[in-house]
C-alpha cells in the first residue's frame, strides 16, 4: 500500500474511533464491538439494545459531536494492558469481552488506545492501532459524512446477535467527499436494476428463486449481440466453438480440486433418492470439461494451440444474502475460453486475448488499466510451482504489458496459487472501476489431468492451459454497462435499434412501408401507431433509450424522403429509405 493510502486508511480507522465515542454521548447505553475503515470511509457495529437505538434522522447529530470532538483529539496513545485490566474496562460488554479471550488465547498483547487524553472529548477502545497521531491537525472535519444505517451480525453469523452497523464516508478533502457523494447520485440514476426494469432487461420471479435473473426477449437480444461481438474477434484469432453438457460426476470436479476446495458452493444433483452411487454436480465451471475435450484423442504439438470457446451458464451458491441485481447471481453466463498450448506458444497466445480484450472494451468506450496480479515473494511458499518458472512468467507478463504500451500496474499477491494473471480493470463513465477480463495461466489443471502433446521428438509434452473470459459474466457486465452507458447501448447491441413514428392516421401506410423494409434488411425496429400525440411517442422511445426514431408526415409521404433523429445527437438528417439503411447497417458493424 502506498504511503497516501496509508494515511487515508488511518484517517478513516480513526474516524470509526470517533463515531464510537460520538455516539457513546447521547447514547451512553450502547455497547460498542468493532470499527474498521473500508473503502470510502469506515463504519462501527454497535448494539443499541439495551435501550433507543438511533435512526437516519439522528446521524447529523452524532455528526455533529463527532466534529466538536474531533478539535480535542490532538493526540492518539496506546497503553499495552494485562486481559484483566482489559476485562476490567469493558465489563459488561460481551462483544468487547469475547474479543479480548481471543487475544489472550493467541498469546497477543492487548492494547488500549486513548484518543483526546485529558480533555472533554477523551476515549478509549480496544484495538491495534493504526490511527492518526494528530486526528485534529490531520483530519478535514468538512472531509467526512455519516451516510447510513444498516443491521449487520456480530461477526457477520446470522446466529449472533443483530448489531447496528453505522456507516460514514471520509476523504482527505472536502472536494473528494463531493465528488464522491455525487458519484453516488448518478449511480443511483443509473442503477441497472432500475433501468434493466425500465428498459424490459431482465426480471427476477420469487418462485424462481433469489439470485436467477430472467432474461425478456429484448434482454436476451442484447445478450446474443454482446456474444455475437465476443465470437466474431475470437474467429479471427482462430478459436472454435464447443459445447459441454450442465452437469458432470462429482469425480471430475476431484479431479480438478473444486470438489475439495469449494464443496459448499457447488450445486449437487441427484438422479434417484437414496441413489449415491453418481453423485453429480452443476458446473461451477466450464475448464474441467473442456480439458476432456482436449484429452479425448491424442495430440501432436502440430495441433496446437486447441482454443475452445463456450458461452455458458455456470452456477454458484452464493449466500442469498449477498445476491443483488445482476452483480451477485447463481447463475451466471461465462463467454468462456480455454487455450491449450505449449509453453512456448504462451505469449503469442496470451497477446492475442489482450487483442481481443482491447477491441471489445474499447467499442464501448471503457478506458483500461492492466493489473499484473504477481505472487508475493516473501510468502513464497504458498505458491504452487518453482520459483524460476514464476519469475520467467512474471517477466513475460510485464513485457506483454510494456510492449503494448498498454497503462499497468502490479498487484503484488494478487496471483492465484498456481499461476500469475492478468486482470483488466475498467473505468467508467462517473469514475468507478470495475474488474473486467481475467487472462489466467494455469499449469495447475494440466498437471492435475495430465494432459499432454506428442513433441517433435516423439515424446509427451506437459502443455499449459490459458482461460480467457472477455465479457467475464454477462450478468455482471450487463450491470457494469448499462449503469456505464446509462441504457444508452450503441445501435448494434440495442435490444431496439429505432421506431417509426407515424403522425397521424392518414400516415400509417407510408410508416408502415417504411418499417416493412427497415425490418426486411435486418433491423430491430418497431412501429408505433397508437393513437397518442407525437410528442407522447417521441418521448416514449426516448425514454427506451432507442439510438434512432424516425417521424413521418405529410412531407416525408410527399417527398418520399426520412428523417432519421438521434438519441445522441442534435442531428436529423433528411435521407432516402437506401441511404438511411447504408448508413445504419455501417454503424451498426
Ligand atoms: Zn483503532
Ligand atoms: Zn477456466
Redesign the pocket.
Known amino acids: 500500500m502506498s504511503e497516501e493510502n496509508k494515511n487515508l486508511e488511518y484517517k478513516r480507522h480513526t474516524l470509526a474511533h470517533l463515531l464510537a465515542a460520538a455516539v457513546l454521548v447521547d447514547y451512553p447505553h450502547a455497547k460498542l464491538t468493532l470499527g474498521p475503515a473500508i473503502d470510502h470511509g469506515f463504519y462501527y457495529d454497535i448494539d443499541f439494545s439495551a435501550g433507543d437505538a438511533p435512526g437516519d434522522d439522528d446521524l447529523k447529530k452524532i455528526q455533529k459531536h463527532m466534529k466538536k470532538m474531533l478539535g480535542q483529539w490532538k493526540s492518539f496513545e496506546h497503553e499495552e494492558v494485562s486481559a484483566e485490566k482489559a476485562r476490567e474496562v469493558f465489563a459488561g460488554n460481551e462483544f468487547k469481552l469475547e474479543l479480548i479471550d481471543e487475544i489472550e488465547s493467541k498469546g497477543e498483547t492487548i492494547t488500549l488506545y486513548t484518543a483526546g487524553k485529558d480533555t472533554k472529548a477523551e476515549f478509549t477502545d480496544l484495538c491495534r492501532g493504526r490511527h492518526s497521531e494528530n486526528p485534529a491537525e490531520e483530519i478535514a472535519a468538512d472531509a467526512f459524512k455519516l451516510d447510513k444505517i444498516a443491521g449487520a451480525y456480530w461477526r457477520g453469523d446470522e446466529k449472533n446477535p443483530m448489531l447496528t452497523r453505522i456507516y460514514g464516508l471520509a476523504f482527505d478533502t472536502k472536494d473528494e467527499l463531493d465528488a464522491y457523494l455525487q458519484q453516488l447520485e448518478e449511480a443511483k440514476k443509473r442503477d441497472h436494476r432500475k433501468l434493466g426494469k425500465e428498459l424490459g432487461l431482465f426480471s427476477f420471479s420469487e418462485l424462481v428463486g433469489p439470485g436467477l435473473p430472467l432474461w425478456s426477449a429484448k434482454g436476451t437480444t442484447f445478450r446474443r449481440e454482446i456474444d455475437r461481438f465476443v465470437t466474431e474477434l475470437r474467429k479471427e484469432k482462430g478459436y472454435e466453438l464447443v459445447t459441454i453438457p450442465h452437469i458432470a460426476k462429482k469425480a471430475l470436479y476431484e479431479t480438478s480440486g473444486h470438489w475439495q476446495k469449494y464443496s459448499e458452493d457447488l450445486f449437487k444433483v441427484r438422479a434417484k433418492e437414496g441413489d449415491d452411487h453418481d453423485e453429480y454436480v452443476l458446473k461451477p465451471?466450464?475448464?474441467p470439461c473442456h480439458t476432456q475435450i482436449f484429452d479425448s484423442e491424442p495430440r501432436s504439438y502440430k495441433e496446437l494451440p486447441q482454443r475452445y470457446a463456450e458461452t455458458t451458464m455456470v452456477y454458484r451458491a452464493e449466500q442469498s444474502g449477498e445476491l443483488s441485481g445482476l452483480t451477485r447471481v447463481l447463475s451466471i453466463t461465462q463467454d468462456?475460453a480455454?487455450v491449450f498450448c505449449r509453453e512456448s506458444q504462451l505469449r503469442e497466445e496470451i497477446e492475442a486475448i489482450c487483442d481481443i480484450v482491447d477491441s471489445f472494451y474499447s467499442k464501448f468506450g471503457f478506458n483500461l488499466k492492466l493489473r499484473l496480479s504477481f505472487r508475493d515473494p516473501e510468502n513464497a511458499e504458498k505458491y504452487l510451482g518453482e520459483n524460476s518458472v514464476w519469475e520467467e512468467t512474471e517477466g513475460m507478463l510485464k513485457a506483454i504489458a510494456e510492449d503494448r504500451r498498454i497503462e499497468y500496474f502490479i498487484g503484488i499477491g494478487e496471483a492465484a496459487f498456481y499461476a500469475p494473471k492478468l486482470d483488466f480493470m475498467a473505468n467508467d463513465s462517473i469514475g468507478r472501476v470495475h474488474q473486467v477480463a481475467t487472462i489466467q495461466l494455469d499449469r495447475m489443471l494440466p498437471d492435475r489431468f495430465d494432459l499432454t502433446c506428442v513433441n517433435e521428438q516423439g515424446e509427451k509434452e506437459r502443455i499449459v492451459m490459458i482461460?480467457a473470459a472477455i465479457a467475464g459474466s454477462l450478468e455482471r457486465f450487463a450491470a457494469v454497462l448499462i449503469e456505464h452507458l446509462a441504457g444508452n447501448f450503441p445501435l448494434r447491441f440495442a435490444p431496439v435499434q429505432l421506431a417509426v413514428i407515424p403522425v397521424a392516421d392518414a400516415h400509417n401506410d407510408y410508416a408502415t412501408d417504411i418499417y416493412n423494409q427497415l425490418k426486411d434488411a435486418g433491423f430491430r425496429v418497431e412501429i408505433d401507431t397508437s393513437n397518442e400525440s407525437m410528442g407522447k411517442k417521441i418521448r416514449a422511445a426516448k425514454k427506451n433509450k432507442l439510438p434512432y426514431f424516425i417521424v413521418i408526415g405529410d412531407q416525408e409521404v410527399e417527398n418520399k424522403t426520412i428523417t432519421l433523429e438521434s438519441r445522441d445527437t442534435e442531428s436529423n438528417e433528411s435521407l432516402s429509405l437506401e441511404e438511411m439503411i447504408i448508413k445504419l447497417q455501417t454503424e451498426a458493424a
Do not use: K, T
Open positions: 465451471m466450464n475448464c468462456d480455454h482461460h
